[in-house]
């Protein structure tokens, strides 16, 4: 696949990242602006805090562990040259794409995460002023 397609795709994939994130805002206030008594608000505000504070934790731990696995891979790379390991051409030329097809994935997944979490705040936000606004 060619680099700009590969971009194209990519771009597309942030457009949605967002349009899911706008979606869930729209919800999110939709949710809100359906109940009208405190204890209601505050039990649906607790419940988006938790929501919130989840998804935010996996996501960001998937994040860190993509990150890890690299720096991991590195190490083992540096520990096969201090060892003077012989490793056939193919092996080298499949380690180094395989590398760089995470390397890549990262990046998209970062750009991702970022999207997200500037949802999520907002959304955050959203919650604690209903939780403030009930109690």
């Known amino acids: 696949m060619g680099k700009s397609k590969t971009s194209m795709l990519s ?3 942030y457009a949605w990242t967002v349009i899911v994130n706008i979606f869930t805002v729209f919800v ?4 809100f602006n359906s109940v009208y008594a405190d204890f209601e608000k505050l039990i649906i505000s607790i419940a988006v805090l938790i929501y919130i504070s989840l998804t935010s934790f996996t996501s960001g731990f998937g994040l860190v562990k993509q990150i890890e ?13 201090l060892l003077k390991e012989e490793v056939d051409e193919y ?3 499949y380690e180094k794409e395989q590398i760089e097809n995470s390397k890549n994935n990262l990046k ?8 997200n979490a500037g949802f999520a705040f ?7 002023l209903n939780l403030f606004g009930a109690i």
């Open 122 to 128: 907002i959304i955050y936000v959203i919650a604690l």
């Open 91 to 93: 092996d080298e030329e």
């Open 11 to 13: 771009y597309i994939g």
């Open 28 to 31: 999110v206030l939709a949710v």
């Open 108 to 115: 998209k997944q970062q750009v991702k995460f970022y999207i």
């Open 69 to 81: 696995l690299l720096a991991i891979g590195e190490e083992f790379k540096k520990i096969r040259t």
